[in-house]
């Protein structure tokens, strides 16, 4: 069956650290894959799109690799600042189902001053 | 003002009652969803529709229905709620380029059904 799997236990790293965050799935054939940002009590907000024929994706302190071989992506945040604390989803789309997003279920961050 | 609104916000109801979430966007998106999130399961498809005439069931579709009244708004109904549905809907849109999907969310609706 189709899986998506992030780390179900929090991160929790020192502020100025790189914290490193990571999406495995199983048994899908991605064109791309997003990462998102949640708070809580509100709506995930997107942050980068890798497509299947990219390694890598930079926006300022961020950065996601994407390795279709190994079937993961990881997702850094350099530098890392207590405002980072939230929880990253990552989110599929497989290029048989027209657009849809498929998520995992996401993996908390806490970064402690 | 927000893109992408829900109301309610927030409702607590009954069990066997009709309750319906309501979404409206003003991203000019054709492509519209609602999910669900429980603790632990992350978001889940309930339902979504890619243009007005378009509606598709996702993963998770039963016990709910959906309307599309034009391409701005996307009702979620629970036809007789049970306390299983308590969870938190979300609804998104999209924009179809060729490039990725990437979608909007809207600040959600925690419903609890007693």
């Known amino acids: 069956s189709q899986k998506i799997e992030q780390n179900s236990e929090a991160l929790n790293i020192q502020e100025g650290k790189t914290a490193t965050l990571t999406c495995n799935y199983t048994n899908y054939s991605p064109a791309y894959l997003q990462w998102y940002r949640q708070d809580p009590g509100r709506g995930p907000v997107f942050l980068l799109l890798?497509?299947?024929?990219?390694k890598e994706k930079r926006k300022e302190r961020l950065k996601v690799t994407f390795d279709t071989t190994l079937k993961q992506s990881l997702f850094h945040i350099t530098a890392s600042q207590p405002a980072d604390s939230a929880t990253y989803l990552c989110?599929?789309?497989?290029?048989?189902?027209?657009?849809?997003?498929?998520f995992g279920q996401g993996t908390t961050l806490q970064v402690k001053p | 003002d927000a893109d992408v609104t829900q109301t309610p916000r927030n409702r607590i109801t009954k069990t066997g009652k009709r309750i319906m979430l309501e979404c409206s966007q003003t991203k000019g998106h054709d492509r519209m969803y609602w999910y669900r999130q429980d603790p632990g399961l992350g978001l889940r498809l309930i339902y979504y529709s890619f243009d007005v005439k378009d509606i598709n069931k996702g993963e998770i579709s039963d016990g709910y229905s959906v309307s599309r009244q034009a391409q701005a708004k996307f009702s979620l109904s629970l036809e007789s709620a049970i306390p299983n549905q308590t969870a938190l809907y979300f609804c998104a849109t999209s924009d179809w380029t060729g490039k990725g999907d990437t979608q909007y969310f809207g600040p959600g609706t925690r419903l609890t059904v007693l």
């Open positions: 890798i497509r299947e024929n990219e």
């Open positions: 989110a599929l789309t497989s290029s048989s189902n027209t657009g849809k997003l498929i």
